[in-house]
Nanobody
Framework: QVQLVESGGGLVQAGDSLRLSCTVSGRTFSSYAMGWFRQVPGKERDVVAAIGWTGRTTYYEDSVKGRFTISRDNAKNTVYLQMNSLKPEDTAVYYC?????????????????WGQGTQVTVSS
């Protein structure tokens, strides 16, 4: 069974940084693209960033370009989301997810395994 465990969320002030981590159980981590999503109450879960299985291909949602960086360490079965210059509108529950294949996807339907989520709160 594949399990994803996120960590690194918290309460910060605007302009601060946080790094989220997501460790994935199983031996096939390096074969799959990974993504980070976020969700606020009453809204859909939207992609923030995604990374291909090699780490060479990435995607960022427009509002986080230049501020967030997704990366992965296949030796550690871990994907990261470095978040800089945080804004109050970044407040959400952040989820990591494993894609259904090696190609990174931009919608939640492209992903089949999810972590439990970690809360990120940015105060103004």
């Amino acid at each position: 069974q594949v399990q994803l465990v996120e960590s690194g969320g918290g309460l910060v002030q605007a302009g601060d940084s946080l790094r989220l981590s997501c460790t994935v159980s199983g031996r096939t981590f390096s074969s799959y693209a990974m993504g980070w999503f976020r969700q606020v109450p009453g809204k859909e879960r939207d992609v923030v960033a995604a990374i291909g299985w090699t780490g060479r291909t990435t995607y960022y949602e427009d509002s986080v370009k230049g501020r967030f960086t997704i990366s992965r360490d296949n030796a550690k079965n871990t994907v990261y989301l470095q978040m800089n210059s945080l804004k109050p509108e970044d407040t959400a529950v952040y989820y990591c997810a494993r894609a259904r294949a090696g190609v990174l996807g931009r919608s939640s339907g492209d992903y089949d395994y999810w972590g439990q989520g970690t809360q990120v709160t940015v105060s103004s």
